[in-house]
């Protein structure tokens, strides 16, 4: 079945992700967050809304957890230069 503007229009831009005025994509980038942040809020934003709370949150966890290994290095203590 091919999928249509509309399909692919709700799956690159549902619902849970305009529960304010800006959405979380132009959040990510006018704050220029890149990928690892940008996935952090993203989970984040969304959590209470999409009705997978628990893994949201963890999917925030885990690129959070991410961004701080690569910030601070694995022993959360070396900040990055």
């Known amino acids: ?3 249509t503007q509309k399909d ?5 831009d549902p619902s849970h992700y ?3 005025s800006l959405e979380t994509w132009d959040a990510i980038i006018q ?3 890149g990928y690892l942040a940008g996935n ?4 984040i934003c969304r959590y209470p809304y999409k009705g997978q709370k628990e893994a949201d949150l963890l999917k ?4 959070l957890d991410k961004l ?3 910030e601070l290095g694995s022993s959360g203590s070396n ?3």
């Open 1 to 3: 079945m091919k999928a």
């Open 8 to 12: 692919i229009k709700k799956s690159v």
């Open 18 to 20: 305009k529960t304010a």
């Open 31 to 33: 704050l220029d967050l």
């Open 40 to 43: 952090v809020l993203k989970y």
């Open 60 to 63: 925030a966890r885990a690129y």
């Open 68 to 70: 701080i290994e690569v």
């Open 79 to 81: 900040k990055k230069q």
